[in-house]
């Protein structure tokens, strides 16, 4: 019921003239439950050539993936890590809010930059060739991490950074994940307790 005035306007311009493709509308099944079905329907000769094709199941599957995908999203958003995404050759495709901030950037100012070419590491002698260097072995499977403290745009930072491959469902690496937790409170904690142990 809740469908029966599209289903009327889609009739009205059927009645007009006008073939439709790909209309779906929801139909109430022997069982009392719905189906979705996809309809195709051309006027012609003062008759309707119709056809329609259960699409439940790949709206359900559509809905899923999409469900999916935010929550993806929401996570990497949220994390109070730094993350990113880059391509093989290195080109940096995604940061999100928590590593933008570090530097006080915008993702538009970062994005299409080769990684080891942006402010994360640029401010630091050295440490964009060994940012480079890591991202080689990476691409061919080996995962990477290290504690590093870097000379950012925001001040100087410590972190335990990682560089990690990302595979596809065909096992095949597919993007280089960059990811860093700020450890700078924890390193001066620690220096402080060994200068009150001395």
């Known amino acids: 019921p809740d469908d029966l005035p599209a289903v ?18 929801r139909m109430r099944t022997v069982d009392g439950g719905y189906r979705t079905l996809s309809w195709v329907a051309s006027p ?9 094709r259960d699409v439940t199941g790949i709206n ?9 995908q935010a929550q993806l999203r929401s996570l990497f958003e949220t994390s109070y890590q730094l993350q990113g995404r880059c391509t093989l ?3 940096l495709e995604d940061a999100n809010r928590t590593a933008l901030d570090a530097v006080g950037r ?17 401010g630091t002698p050295g440490m964009s060739e060994w940012v480079r260097e890591a991202f080689m072995r990476v691409r061919v499977g080996e995962a990477v991490r290290e504690e590093v403290t870097v000379q950012l745009p925001t001040g100087l930072r410590s972190f335990d950074l990682s560089l990690r491959p990302l595979y596809d469902a065909s096992g095949a690496i597919s993007a280089v994940v960059p990811g860093a937790r700020d450890i700078t409170r924890r390193r001066a904690t620690g220096e ?3 200068q009150s142990q001395k």
């Open 106 to 122: 915008d993702l538009d100012e970062v994005v299409g930059l080769p990684v080891w070419d942006t402010p994360w590491f640029t």
């Open 89 to 91: 050759d290195g080109t």
């Open 60 to 68: 359900a599957a559509t809905r899923a993936l999409a469900d999916s």
């Open 192 to 194: 402080g307790w060994g």
């Open 8 to 25: 009327q306007e889609a009739r009205a311009r059927l009645h007009a003239g006008e073939p439709l493709l790909g209309f779906e509308c």
């Open 44 to 52: 012609e000769g003062g008759k309707f050539y119709c056809s329609a």
